[in-house]
């Protein structure tokens, strides 16, 4: 037996063993090309929990291989797909494969297919993948196009010029001489002409023959034979319900076909039919508007009265052109309940359990999960034995998916419809039963019954997996199912407008995979979903032992996933919905989820004051960038004005949300920093960006991971994984377009009234019709005609507004944001720093906490150097220069780098604050010596003697300043001059009358005071006499006395006024 870990170990060493790269878009039509070899693996990146190790992140691409469960046992024998085959049991070999289909299905198929050749014949390259190719999925980078060994390159435009056409797929297949064609589902997998044409080419269709296809394809088709075979059915336009209208039934004919006089009569051929086929049915329930070729959404509306009808039928009829349309009751408090079949060419068929798919919006699916638990499990056998009986009474061969609407109160159900084709939630069925469904296919295309298929006969606990022993399917029971698994749509989709479809660019998918959880994805990194492409671009898969657990490991790997690009997704709505009791209790139904959305009872919420702040962060980021590009497009233009360089530190937003106009004024501190002011309310913020993009905020006391994106229709920030659309202000009387597509019509005349809610108009985007509403009332007047491609943003039409005093007023906003008001805890030398580039601080507290913040004498001289020293380097390039010059010199030497140009000018340009940093400094001189206990360094004296040498005006207060702590330190110190001056005092030369005269004495009355206390009484005597005579020096002093009288130094004089004659001089007594 073959562990799981031997199966990732495969799995890997497969992808080291060959891979695709990217292509150069072709132009001609029909020529093929091959994707050649890279490093990357065949697989893409992994993405499988279930087998592989948790933990990558998609970033190129985010694919993963398609079968859950590894096979028990590796082939015993089998060394070619010829050998393979006959040992089998089948008659075709399949070695190359044209894959009709793109996006999701083109891709999950490669993938699938190359797990089980790899496995079965250690050869991923076993068989060979030919693709079709439109311009547009080749410039959306689209994955299965780098999947695939060639592509070839088919018309853009609508699915029926590629796709859908059966012309070009069958004239493809036989150019590419391929063995088979794998439709997939969409485009024209349910078009019997393409496998009865490929079969007269003799080209395998992977799928059911054209007739079978005919038949089950077509929903009125299906629902005779349904009836035929004793399915309940609920009442529709074959059928009533009344005592006499009996069910329709029908025998096939020769041709395989329903007769085509039973087949109208379940038929509305026109919107008067339908009316009359409602009004029979009843609208009490509800009715559904069906295209009998429709599927995934598209074909079906419902309404509840006839005026809808009328309207809702157009839709149908323009969005499955050419299809029958039927009618039918809906089934309320319906469970949408699928089992999924497959039948081989031998006559089998086998139920290979089935999926619950009752959370719909529109009728099309957000998830998915099996083993259906809200059916009990006999009422789940009886309709997987009904689906089998069905399929295997028309010699239905291939994948396909038998339809139930179950009510849970009553344990009724009643067949709905039967899919001739794979669906896109197949994986969860692969999840629960361990089979590789595209593999499965591809097996019974080659002939093989689906009792020698290993995988079937694993499932049905058959003990050899590559016996050849029959199993009676009708019999027969497989083994019970223990996991659940849950599947969930990624789509490009806005929920907050009913889930219209976007399209768009695609940067990046960041997916977590996690030990329960695994995805697959149809873009790649720099990919993108196009107009004419599906909405759906992912799908992701979590297991779990019951459903609970499956519902949290979704839960988990959601709230972790993150989708950067144009387009918008509803992956924040879908945990949402998944944290829901309704879905928790699996209380839910098919209208559950529509519901909601027109309650709009779930929403992703976040306080506004919060989103406010985050969308002016992103903002502000964003303009930074764009003023630094501006200025840096100017230099390289050879302009040198730097009038735009201000405007990048110190700027105003304004931010409008839910009717409130936020005015921010936002002032640079440091590159990191923005600090945001608002009517009183200052907030600073630390902003950085990580390497994909997103911004890091921090503020408020909180961090917040911040991206936003600019549209047509305003800001759409996603906010810790959280998306809000922050709309522009638009003029109310004019109607734009929110999606991107085309015009399929007006709703009313040129010049007729609207009102407000009433839809206007139905376009056609990403393959679905939508009307678009009225946001006022008023008149319209058309401003396009229908057919004119659109863009979201566009003007659709104009409205003279019925009553424009209802308009709402954006008001301003005042008062208090509901967001702490925060500071960044800046380190002081740091600040300096910042200061000295040209950012906003309060240079005196910066200086005095810089150096409160160093420890020694060495750190602070250190600090002090640098700081004069970066003050000259930036000014000395521009003292006595031009500025044009130096901005020119600058640009000239840093061509590749003008951040530098930037960053040199916005520093200068802020010289003004700049010098009051410098000037606070030398301030911080004066407690030097008190607060270190040592002298100025000569290293920081130089550093002011560079400051003093500097000439311009704009520095003289510095000069100044510079100039005079250089003076000063230059005079010895206070201890010297001391010393120097005792010694003089018990000089005998020393003349006293003299000295205390000496212009050296600057500092003699403090130094004189000094020694009084001296212990030499000569030294105090003379100081004493010193010190009178250098206080009276503007006096003449004739007689002077020291002497000790009682213990103390006396002092006693006489003194004259100097500028008396001598003869008129009066003599004075002092006495110290």
């Known amino acids: 037996m073959t562990s799981r870990s031997g199966y990732a170990a495969a799995a890997l060493a497969l992808l080291a063993l060959s891979g695709v790269s990217s292509f150069a878009p072709q132009h001609s039509h029909f020529a093929p090309k091959t994707v050649e070899s890279s490093t990357n693996g065949v697989f893409g990146t992994i993405k499988s929990a279930f087998n592989f190790a948790p933990g990558n992140i998609a970033k190129d691409t985010s694919l993963s291989a398609a079968t859950l469960d590894p096979p028990a046992t590796a082939s015993p024998s089998a060394q070619t797909i010829e050998e393979y085959v006959t040992a089998r049991g089948g008659d075709r070999p399949i070695r190359k494969v044209l894959i009709a289909n793109n996006g999701m299905a083109a891709t999950k198929s490669i993938l699938s297919m190359r797990q089980w050749a790899y496995m079965e014949f250690g050869d991923e ?195 499955v052109i050419g299809s029958p349309i039927f009618i039918m009751q809906l089934c309320k408090n319906a469970r949408h309940i699928e089992v999924q079949i497959v039948g081989d060419q031998h006559g089998n068929a086998v139920a290979l359990n089935g999926r619950d798919c009752s959370t719909q919006r529109r009728f099309q699916k957000i998830f998915e999960e099996g083993p259906p638990a809200i059916v009990p499990k006999e009422t789940f056998h009886e309709m997987e034995l009904a689906a089998q009986r069905l399929t295997q009474n028309i010699g239905y061969q291939g994948a396909g998916t038998v339809e139930y609407l179950y009510n849970a109160d009553t344990n009724d159900y009643y067949f709905l419809e039967l899919n001739p084709r794979l669906q896109v939630e197949h994986p969860v069925t692969e999840g629960i039963t361990g089979t590789n469904l595209p593999a499965t296919q591809l097996q019974v295309a080659m002939g093989i019954p689906l009792y020698n298929i290993p995988a079937v006969r694993a499932l049905y606990n058959k003990p050899d997996l590559y016996g050849t022993d029959p199993i009676d399917f009708l019999e027969e029971r497989y083994r019970d199912i223990d996991v659940h698994v849950i599947a969930a749509r990624i789509t490009a989709e806005n929920p907050d407008e009913g889930f219209k479809p976007t399209s768009g660019s695609i940067e990046r998918i960041k997916f977590q995979s996690t030990p329960n959880v695994w995805g697959y994805f149809s873009v790649g990194a720099n990919g993108g979903i196009h107009e004419f492409a599906d909405s759906q671009f992912g799908h992701l898969f979590a297991k779990g032992p019951d459903r609970e657990s499956a519902r949290k490991s979704l839960v988990l790997a959601l709230k972790e996933m993150e989708v950067r690009g144009d387009i918008r997704n509803s992956v924040e709505y879908l945990v949402k919905l998944l944290e829901t009791e309704d879905f928790k209790q699996n209380t839910i139904d098919t209208s559950w989820l529509d519901g909601i959305i027109k309650e709009k009872s779930v929403a992703v919420e976040m306080p506004s004051h919060l989103v406010v702040v985050g969308a002016a962060v992103f903002k502000a980021f964003e303009h930074v960038k764009t003023a630094t590009e501006d200025v840096k497009e100017s230099l390289r233009k050879g302009q040198v004005g730097t009038g735009g360089i201000p405007a990048i530190n110190s700027f105003n937003i304004e931010v409008a949300y839910m009717d409130t106009k936020y005015p921010f004024h936002v002032e640079r501190i440091s590159p990191e920093v923005y600090r945001f002011t608002l009517d009183g309310n200052v907030i600073d913020a630390e902003v950085t960006e990580t390497a994909e993009g997103a911004l890091l905020a921090d503020f408020g006391g909180e961090s917040h991971r911040i991206i936003g994106m600019d549209e047509p229709l305003g800001l759409r920030l996603s906010m810790d994984g959280n998306t809000i659309l922050m709309p522009t202000i638009f003029d109310p009387s004019e109607l734009v377009s929110d999606v991107t597509g085309k015009v399929v019509r007006y709703l009313q005349d040129n010049g007729a009234p609207v009102e407000e809610g009433q839809p206007y108009v139905e376009v056609e985007a990403m393959k679905m019709i939508m009307p678009i509403k009225a946001s006022e009332s008023g008149k319209i007047t058309h401003n396009l005609s229908p057919g004119s491609v659109i863009n979201a943003g566009d003007l659709l039409a104009s409205l003279e507004l019925k009553d424009p005093s209802k308009v709402k007023k954006i008001e301003t906003f005042e008062g208090q944001l509901d967001i702490a008001e925060s500071s960044v805890d800046m380190d002081p030398i740091k600040a300096v720093a910042n200061i000295l580039a040209g950012y906003k601080l309060d240079a005196e507290a910066v200086a005095q906490q810089a150096l409160d913040s160093v420890s020694d004498s060495s750190a602070a001289a250190e600090l002090l150097v640098s700081t004069f020293n970066e003050f000259y380097r930036v000014e000395s390039t521009h003292d006595g220069q031009i500025a044009d010059d130096v901005v020119r010199t600058l640009t000239k030497a840093n061509v590749e780098t003008l951040d530098v140009v930037i960053a040199e000018s916005t520093a200068h340009q802020q010289v003004a604050l700049r010098s009051e940093l410098v000037l606070a400094m030398i301030r911080q001189l004066d407690t030097f010596t008190d607060r270190f206990g040592t002298s100025v360094s000569e290293d920081v004296l130089a550093a002011l003697d560079t400051l003093a040498s500097m000439k311009g005006k704009a520095y003289g207060e510095i000069i100044l300043a510079a100039e005079e702590k250089v003076r000063e330190a230059k005079v010895p110190s206070f201890d010297i001059r001391l010393a120097e001056l005792r010694a003089k005092l018990i000089d005998s030369e020393t003349d006293f009358e003299e000295l205390s005269k000496s212009s050296t004495l600057s500092a003699g009355v403090d130094l004189l005071t000094n020694l009084l206390d001296d212990e030499d009484e000569q030294v105090k005597a003379a100081a004493m006499e010193v010190y009178t005579r250098r206080v009276y020096r503007t006096y003449a002093v004739p007689s002077l006395t020291v002497e000790n009288l009682d213990g103390r130094l006396s002092c006693s004089f006489e003194f004259q006024f100097a500028d008396v004659p001598t003869a008129e001089r009066v003599t004075r007594n002092g006495f110290f």
């Open 125 to 319: 390259k076993a068989i060979q993948f030919v693709a079709m190719a439109t311009p547009e999925d080749l410039k959306a980078n689209a994955e299965f196009i780098r999947l695939a060994d060639s592509f070839v390159e088919v018309p853009a435009g609508k699915n029926l010029n590629n796709y859908a056409n059966v012309d070009i797929i069958t004239k493809l297949a036989k150019e590419q001489g391929v063995d088979a064609v794998w439709p997939g589902w969409g485009h024209a997998s349910e078009n019997p002409k393409l496998p009865a044409t490929l079969n007269e080419m003799g080209i395998k269709f992977i799928g059911p023959t054209g007739p079978v296809m005919s038949v089950l394809g077509d929903k009125i088709a299906a629902n005779i034979l349904a009836q035929t075979a004793k399915v309940p059915s609920i009442p529709w336009s074959g059928s009533f319900g009344g005592p006499d209208d009996g069910p329709l039934q029908a025998n096939l004919n020769a041709e395989g076909t329903i007769p085509e006089e039973i087949f109208e009569l379940g038929t509305t051929r026109n919107v008067e039919e339908a009316v009359v086929a409602a009004a029979r049915i009843g609208y009490e329930n509800g009715i559904m508007i069906k295209a009998s070729e429709g599927g995934g959404g598209k074909g079906i509306r419902f309404v509840d009265n006839e005026a809808d009808l009328r309207n809702a039928y157009v839709q149908v009829s323009n969005e």
